[in-house]
Structures are given as C-alpha cells and as structure tokens.
C-alpha cells in the first residue's frame, strides 16, 4: 500500500516569496491534515479536510496561508508571503475517516527554509 | 481548549533498561490518546494508542497505561533497544475531536 506522498521534500526562500506545497493522501482516505512542525515542538494542525470540505482551519493563518482540496483527493498548502517563522516541516498526514480516532498516516513533509 | 504536557523532553537510559515518558491532559472529555515516534528526519508514526474505556494496553514491549481521575497517561517501553532512540509525541482528542499533541521527549538509548 502507498503510504502519502509530498512534495517538494525541501525547499529555501526568501521572506516575501510564495511557496507551496503538494500532497497525494493513501488511496481511500476522506480525511487530510496540514500540520506545521517547528524544529524542537509537536506538530501543530493547521487545516483539517473531510472529502473536499474544511473540517477545521481554526488555526491557519489565513491573511498568508491558504489550502485547498480539490476533488477531495490531492492537497495543496500554500503561503504568500512567507515570514522567517514560517520556516518549519509542514507534515500531510491522511486518515480513512473523519474520527480523530483514526489512525493518521503521515507523509515525509516539506522542509522549508525561509531566509 | 485541551493543553497535553509531556514529560521529560530529554531521557536518557541504559540499553536494556525501562523508559517511561508522562502526559497529563486538562480536558476531561477527552478520550483517545495516541503515542507517536519520529526518528530524526523522519515521519511520525503510532505505535500504540489507547481509548478511555480501558486503563492499560501493551504490546511487546510498549505499554500505555491511562488514568482518567488524575487525566495522566504514560508510556513504557521495557529492554529498551537502541532502535528506539526517537522523539516521542503523546496526543490527546479534545472535545472538539482534535488531536492536541505534546512537546515531544527525545529519548537517547546508551550502548
């Protein structure tokens, strides 16, 4: 079974410039996750799909983030600008369904560097 | 909101030895409590969960054991192996079905 793919798995910046990120969730999975990572803390949701509908996005910074699932399959995260803060693993996990007591699969994440 | 705390952030042991890493949640409906491990660069991933109607479940040499009075759970790992060196994250659902994670505790396993 194909575990959840992302891309690009690295990616430097510069504050200012716009980035985003790809995610392909397990086959069959209605539910995905963006979490941010920063280095040294627990993964930190950012937005929650169910199918192609915003679960929960409480936590997104919307004025620079934005996400979208399109067709309920394939995600992308982006930010425009980016801010050094931003520089952290941004993790896509899936799960079969909406429960948080589904077990989340993750994919490799994104470094991002933001100089 | 839900706050997870987890302690410590760094433990270190003998090859062999026993780990135990504690979290304590503030919100009393919560009722799923994973544990996941991430190797250096690497992905997290579960190793072993458990849900509030049941206070303890192993398998091999993980155990998680849950106390709902005190809102305290905890991981053990026994004969502790050096491909156990990793970060582990506890989590915990809150009662707006989200998982709240914690810090992280880096264990270090010594030959």
């Known amino acids: 079974e194909a575990g959840v793919a992302q891309s690009p798995r690295y990616k430097i910046i510069e504050k200012r410039q716009s980035v985003a990120f790809w995610c392909n969730p397990i086959?069959?999975?209605?539910?995905l996750y963006w979490y941010q990572q920063i280095l040294g803390q627990g993964p930190k949701l950012l937005i929650q799909?169910?199918?192609?509908?915003?679960?929960?996005d409480s936590q997104l910074p919307k004025d620079r983030f934005s996400a979208e699932r399109l067709k309920g399959v394939d995600s992308t995260l982006k930010i425009q600008p980016a801010k050094l803060e931003d520089s952290a693993v941004y993790l896509c996990?899936?799960?079969?369904?909406?429960?948080?007591?589904?077990?989340?699969?993750f994919g490799p994440g994104t470094r991002l560097t933001v100089l | 909101g839900e706050n997870v705390e987890q302690h410590p952030s760094t433990l270190s042991v003998q090859e062999g030895d026993s780990a135990v890493i504690k979290c304590t949640y503030s919100?009393?409906?919560?009722?799923?409590f994973p544990w996941y491990k991430q190797e250096l660069g690497k992905r997290p991933q579960l190793i072993i969960d458990?849900?509030?109607n049941v206070g303890e479940k192993k398998d091999q040499r993980i155990a998680v054991t849950l106390n709902k009075t005190a809102k305290h759970f905890s991981l053990h790992i026994t004969e502790t192996q050096p491909e156990d060196s990793a970060v582990y994250f506890c989590?915990?659902?809150?009662?707006?079905?989200?998982?709240?994670w914690g810090a992280g505790t880096k264990l270090i396993i010594k030959p």
């Open positions: 919100d009393s409906a919560s009722n799923y």
């Open positions: 458990i849900r509030s």
């Open positions: 996990a899936s799960s079969l369904g909406h429960l948080s007591t589904d077990t989340q699969y």
């Open positions: 086959s069959g999975h209605a539910t």
């Open positions: 989590a915990a659902r809150d009662s707006n079905y989200q998982l709240i």
């Open positions: 799909f169910q199918n192609n509908g915003v679960v929960d």
